[in-house]
Every structure is written in C-alpha cells, then in structure tokens.
C-alpha cells in the first residue's frame, strides 16, 4: 500500500523535481513512523 502510494504521488509529479523530492520525503516520514510504531508493539 505504501508503495502504491509512493508510485502514485512519484508519476503525478514526474515533471516537477521539487515535488517529486517532496513525495518522497513524505513517503520516508511515513514509513520511519510506521517503523517506530511496529517497534514500539
């Protein structure tokens, strides 16, 4: 799921590096916070 998410957001900003870098630091947030959580459990 998150990799469709990140495939997603990645082809809707192919043509904008900015935002491209943006989707995937948002993508890194989330799975490091995903990480965190499962690790707390």
């Given amino acids: ?3 469709a998410l990140f495939l ?3 082809s809707l900003s192919k043509n ?3 935002m491209s870098i943006k989707a ?5 947030v989330l799975v490091s ?3 965190a959580l499962a690790k707390s459990y």
């Avoid at 995937?24 to 890194?28: A, D, V």
């Fill in 16 to 18: 904008n590096e900015e």
């Fill in 8 to 10: 997603h957001e990645n």
């Fill in 33 to 35: 916070g995903i990480m």
């Fill in 1 to 3: 799921m998150v990799l």
């Fill in 24 to 28: 995937r630091l948002k993508i890194h």
